[in-house]
């Protein structure tokens, strides 16, 4: 079990969500003593079977913050807003890095022994070959609101690691794919229509970094054991291409494939057009230049430091996608 300075239990922030339930149920599954902080109004589907003790407030609430980690040797903070398609990134700002800048005051003050963060692969910088931890952000005006907000987060934990003692972890997580995706997660929507056989389509040439969310939850688990304070690590099994995703969701439910492919200077256009029609419409549409450009942007990606650091070890993806299939059929027949 982990083990700490000045408790033993374990608080995970954002455990409603898809990342931190599966942290959450891991935790209890190796007899881990586990408090969630959760707001009121928060779907809770995916831990409502754990014992867990339970704290509301949200990461702005100073108070309840440090009622939640007082006795707590480990913080796992998976909360993050996704949302890349707003136009307006100052919601993007507000959760991802003043909400944070408040759990981390709290932190400092906690005497924990690891602080645990949920980052993205979006902070890694690109190349032109495999790239690594050690590869510098160079994005530029590519970025968007949202990685933007993600890697001022980022930088924000590693700058309170090294002014401010707090021994903070950064895992840089790729695109989750598994069972109990409630919600479901943008990316698991389209391998549920993939295995739904309503997803006639595949972005063509393109590729992404993806995990099993239980290898990305286990690897947040053995950082907080073994994790070096003030780094980060990759957190991905491998670069798929999205047409092997989606083949292989139908082919676990025994679907036919996505049949069409839909060419990288096409998807650019549909996002130029989405652009558009947000702008004209005054609404946030899932398709915009910035998302589409999310889609393909990182290259291949090494996640040798977790192995050889954590002793991660992260199963082939493909079983998980399976899992996800699983878990979105057996929940499409429930509801009839």
Not at 125 to 130: E, F, I, N, P, Q
Not at 302 to 329: C, M, N, Y
Request: hydrophobic share 40%; with cysteine.
């Amino acid at each position: 079990m982990l083990r700490g300075v000045a408790g033993t239990d374990k608080l995970v922030l954002g455990a409603s969500g898809f990342l931190g339930s599966h942290v959450t149920r891991q935790l209890i599954e190796r007899g881990e003593t586990v408090r969630v902080m959760l707001r009121p109004s928060s779907s809770t589907r995916g831990i409502d079977d754990l014992p867990v003790q339970r704290f509301y407030g949200d990461i702005f609430d100073d108070a309840a913050l440090k009622e939640a980690m007082d006795g707590c040797d480990v913080v796992f903070y998976c909360v993050v807003d996704t949302r890349a398609n707003l136009r307006d990134p100052a919601p993007l700002y507000r959760t991802n890095v003043e909400g944070l800048r408040h759990v981390l005051d709290a932190a400092v003050n906690a005497d924990l022994h690891r602080f645990v963060f949920t980052s993205t692969i979006g902070t890694i910088g690109l190349g032109t070959g495999v790239v690594d931890e050690d590869t510098p952000f160079n994005w530029g005006a590519k970025a968007g609101g949202y990685i933007g907000s993600r890697v001022a987060a980022e930088k924000l934990v590693l700058d309170y690691s090294r002014d401010k003692g707090l021994p903070a972890v950064a895992l840089c997580v790729s695109n989750t794919y598994g069972a109990r995706d409630w919600q479901p997660t943008p990316h698991g929507s389209l391998v549920a229509a993939a295995a739904a056989g309503k997803l006639p389509f595949y972005m063509a040439g393109m590729s992404t970094e993806v995990v099993g969310i239980e290898d990305a939850a286990r690897a947040l688990v053995l950082a907080a054991e073994r994790g070096r304070v003030g780094q980060r690590y990759i957190i991905s099994e491998r670069y798929l291409p999205y047409r092997e995703l989606y083949e292989t969701a139908a082919r676990a439910a025994g679907r036919p494939a996505p049949r069409w492919g839909i060419p990288k200077p096409v998807m650019k256009g549909i996002g130029v057009v989405g652009g558009i029609a947000a702008a004209v419409t005054r609404r946030d549409l899932p398709l915009n230049p910035t998302t589409v450009r999310l889609m393909d942007i990182m290259a291949p990606m090494d996640h040798a430091k977790a192995t050889r650091e954590l002793g991660w070890q992260p199963r082939d993806v493909h079983e998980s996608i399976a899992e996800a299939v699983e878990f979105f059929d057996r929940r499409r027949r429930d509801r009839g």
